[in-house]
């Protein structure tokens, strides 16, 4: 591949003016971070309130910040506006900033302008964060000069500023993708699109397809497009648009190529004649079939770069499981807890039912976001005893499962809902938190979910 590097978008905020930053998490911090660094007037606003840590890090850098709420006279005077994913393109103050034709985009967008790393944008509703995280695993462990970013660890823009690497590895969201424009991605690579986040897309499934689309945006010949070929809703948009990357499928129901795919138990890529990859299912320190796309994805990544077979496979057999990503927590009494907090919609619950080969006792329940429980019925009835719910309104999760299992029971905090979960199993059995909802109901995001979860079974 051709390791000439690029600036991904020229700088169009004249130095001196005002920037406005809105959301103050890590991004809008990092974000908040760079723009006083390319000598911009950083103004950052967020709605809710501060972290502690963030409004140190803005103290110690002499950024002027407000919290509980947005001073319109103070962020229309913004030349752009670097926008937090979590808010809404309905809220007032966005409304109002696309009114006065005010530029809003996304902490990525922002950064990008000011590094020529190369970049790999792994975005889709399921597997994001164990593919990113596995890609950057065989990365650096190959030994390549890489950063990790995105809705993962530190954001990309206080990475730009603070670090040199050559290469990103960023999990992208679509919130993140709705935000970016002029970014390009060198390698982009979607896994697969299922129902999600619909309350944002006007619950129009093409809309959210359109806004997992853009991470292929300004791509060009010399770049790389990696899609799963078994996903329908991928190989349908795919269907109504072109695209100027290099196509590199992969697919475990039939063979591929150039791409990857399965023969009998062998993973084999294959993205060129020159650059081949051959490696047994049971390598795999990632099991489960929702693992093995993951994996081949970023095989795929791993020989675009002409990395040496043997590094790819002493990485794909080291990496262990995410955090709340079907992360066992304990067995106690011969039931074994599974915590699988970051599954925030029914295909990530759907995925970790189908990897769970014992009875299931089933901790569901959150914010839903428009979900369509049809798709979890059949292994509900295949595998669950009981379903625990762990959210403020359950009236759904009753509704889809009523006639599935027997027993339904309602809780309203992680300690009551493992302690009821464990209750109800047996010797041999699986308590399995793997909610299918967002978690802000009842916690702060799916990480408190997760962690009060495991306490609660620590204390059992």
Not at 87 to 111: C, Q, Y
Not at 287 to 304: E, F, R, W
Not at 431 to 460: H, T
Request: charged residues 25%.
């Amino acid at each position: 591949m051709d390791q000439n590097t690029h600036i991904t978008s020229p700088q169009t905020t004249p130095k001196g003016g005002r920037l406005v930053v809105l959301g103050a998490g890590e991004s809008g911090v990092g974000a908040a971070y760079l723009a006083k660094q390319q000598g911009y007037d950083v103004f950052v606003s967020d709605f809710g309130t501060i972290a502690d840590k963030y409004k140190a890090q803005l103290n110690d850098w002499g950024i002027r910040y407000e919290e509980q709420q947005h001073t319109e006279a103070e962020i229309l005077k913004a030349v752009e506006v670097v926008k937090s994913p979590g808010i809404p393109e309905k809220a007032p103050i966005i409304k109002k900033l696309k009114e006065n034709n005010i530029s809003v985009i996304s902490e990525i967008e922002f950064a990008g302008r000011y590094t020529n790393a190369k970049t790999i944008c792994i975005t889709g509703s399921n597997g994001k964060t164990t593919t990113t995280s596995l890609t950057y695993h065989i990365l650096s462990h190959a030994g390549v000069n890489v950063g990790l970013a995105g809705n993962i660890g530190k954001s990309f823009a206080y990475q730009v500023a603070t670090q040199k690497f050559d290469w990103y590895v960023l999990e992208i969201s679509s919130f993140m993708l709705d935000d970016m424009y002029k970014f390009r991605a060198d390698i982009a690579v979607l896994l697969n699109i299922t129902p999600d986040h619909l309350d944002r897309y006007e619950y129009k499934m093409e809309n959210y397809a359109a806004s997992k689309f853009r991470v292929t945006q300004n791509q060009t010949g010399a770049d790389y497009f990696i899609y799963c070929a078994d996903d329908p809703e991928t190989i349908k948009g795919m269907a109504e648009r072109t695209f100027n990357a290099q196509l590199l499928p992969f697919s475990i129901e039939k063979k591929v190529e150039p791409g990857a795919y399965l023969d009998h138990d062998q993973i084999i890529i294959n993205t060129s004649p020159l650059a081949h990859l051959k490696m047994s299912l049971t390598e795999l320190a990632l099991q489960g079939k929702h693992n093995i796309y993951n994996s081949m994805a970023s095989g795929i990544v791993a020989k675009i770069l002409e990395l040496r077979n043997d590094t790819i496979r002493e990485s794909m057999g080291s990496m262990h499981n995410i955090e709340h990503r079907l992360e066992f927590v304990a067995n106690i009494s011969g039931i074994r807890f599974i915590n699988d907090s970051k599954a925030t919609n029914v295909n990530s619950t759907w995925y970790a039912l189908e990897s769970m080969s014992t009875e299931v006792v089933l901790i569901l329940g959150g914010v839903d976001k428009g979900n369509d429980y049809s798709m979890l019925k059949e292994l509900v009835k295949q595998k669950v005893k009981a379903i625990v719910c762990l959210g403020k309104d359950n009236k759904r999760i009753h509704e889809a499962f009523d006639d599935d299992v027997e027993v339904i029971v309602n809780t309203t905090s992680a300690s009551e809902a493992a302690l009821v979960a464990f209750h109800l199993a047996k010797k041999g059995d699986t308590v399995l938190l793997s909610p299918a909802c967002a978690s802000f109901d009842l916690f702060k995001n799916y990480e408190d979910r997760g962690n009060q979860f495991k306490q609660a079974v620590k204390e059992l």
